[in-house]
């Protein structure tokens, strides 16, 4: 029998998912169903990026998984990867859409040597949850805004500056008591427990802070030792353990009434709550004020109706009105009179100019003056003028001018006339060519 292959309907071929949406939905249901843990294996195929991220493979005998630890999380390990070594990663679960391929994205490694921490890890842990010691009735409520904290850990370390430094930020107003104590190594738990006994003695805590900077699993173990467990999970004041990284996890934050990723972070979560209160307290002063100030100007502007009603309503804002009036019309009759008068002497000064224009003596001094123009030019052009000029008129013995040489002959006699009188002359010989 021939099995044929299922032939999507026109409506169920609309539903099909894009290939990016069903990677998409893997991807979810990975992330979100698969919660950040330790995995253990061999390494293998690892190279280094020169970006800084570290890419391997993580193997053992029955299977192997892609992983990546990126530059900020490699720079703080201790351990130095190779291929071929045992490890205990710490990470989570992602999916790299682009190629459909699932990945670890490794936060913490260390070598399978400290497995054995591991494994007692995990079993006291498990010890103590069954004996109802995690329990979330048993935790004592953080206060939301402690007025005098203790803070166990070492008075030495970066983890208190850190703390202190992040509450004088956030302008925290309260008492921090740092109560010494080693947190690391021998008698580190001890210490600790020790501590935690004074600060109940001493009844003048509101909040606990127990903690330390990151570190491996060696480094933070005496926060996973039985004895000091048992002391803050029994303890009588509200405790906070802010311990190692974010990535770090000690049996005491388990414990505890709650648990900070860092030393940083708890300083911020106790401050929280004073800030938002602060933050409250600024916003309502804010609010009161301008409640006050629109109720002031509300008041302001019936009083200042009110008085303006009154002024209208009174003899005195009657007789000014009355005043106002009889100035008004005063100023609007002047303007007419002044408007009128300035008419009037326009249209005088425009008759007068016609009329001007139109007289006989001004045709009379026109004509005088063209007169003189034209007598000035026939004195200009007369004999006289010329003779004044420096030219001089030669004329022959009848008194008629002679013009031109070629009329005169040789020793003829002539007459010269000058601007200053006359004289008598003859012609001489005509020059050789």
Not at 54 to 72: C, I, N, P, T
Request: glycine share 8%; net charge positive.
């Amino acid at each position: 029998m021939i099995e044929r292959e299922p032939i999507a309907s026109e409506s169920e071929g609309s539903r099909a998912l894009s290939v990016t949406e069903f990677t998409r939905r893997v991807k979810t249901l990975l992330e979100g169903g698969i919660r950040p843990g330790w995995v253990r294996g061999e390494i293998s195929n690892f190279r280094a990026q020169a970006s800084g991220h570290l890419y391997f493979s993580l193997k053992d005998a029955g299977a192997q998984v892609s992983a990546v630890l990126f530059r900020g999380d490699a720079a703080r390990q201790s351990v130095q990867l190779r291929d071929g070594m045992q490890v205990v990663v710490y990470g989570e679960v992602s999916v790299y859409e682009a190629r459909g391929q699932y990945q670890l994205i490794v936060r913490a490694v260390i070598e399978d040597g400290l497995g054995r921490l591991q494994r007692e890890f995990e079993a006291l842990k498990q010890r103590l949850a069954q004996e109802g010691l995690f329990e979330a009735a048993r935790k004592l409520p953080i206060p939301p805004m402690p007025r005098t904290i203790g803070f166990i850990t070492s008075p030495t370390g970066a983890a208190v500056q850190d703390f202190i430094r992040i509450l004088h930020r956030r302008a925290w107003r309260g008492r921090l008591i740092v109560l010494p104590a080693k947190v690391q190594g021998d008698g580190a738990a001890a210490e600790m427990v020790e501590m935690l006994r004074l600060a109940e003695a001493a009844d003048m805590f509101d909040l606990l802070v127990i903690g330390r900077g990151g570190g491996s699993l060696e480094d933070l173990w005496a926060f996973n030792e039985e004895a000091l467990v048992r002391a803050v999970a029994g303890c009588r004041i509200p405790t906070v353990s802010a311990v190692g990284h974010e990535i770090d996890f000690t049996l005491c934050d388990f414990a505890a009434g709650l648990r900070a990723e860092t030393p940083s972070a708890a300083a911020e979560l106790i401050s929280s709550r004073y800030v938002e209160r602060l933050e409250r307290l600024s916003q309502a002063a804010g609010a009161l004020e301008r409640l006050g100030d629109l109720e002031i100007e509300t008041k302001q502007a019936r009083l200042e109706h009110a008085a303006s009603r009154l002024r209208l309503l009174s003899p005195a804002a009657h007789v000014e009105r009355g005043q106002l009036r009889l100035d008004d019309l005063s100023n609007r009759l002047g303007s007419a009179f002044q408007h009128a008068h300035q008419r009037n002497r326009e249209r005088l000064q425009k008759t007068a100019a016609l009329l001007s224009q139109r007289s006989p003596e001004t045709r009379v001094q026109f004509e005088s003056h063209r007169l003189l123009a034209l007598w000035k030019r026939l004195q200009s052009a007369s004999p006289r003028s010329v003779l004044n000029r420096g030219f001089a008129i030669v004329r022959d013995v009848s008194g008629n001018p002679v013009p031109r040489r070629a009329g005169l002959a040789s020793g003829q006699p002539i007459e010269i006339e000058f601007a200053d009188g006359r004289t008598r002359a003859s012609t001489g010989p005509e020059p050789a060519a």
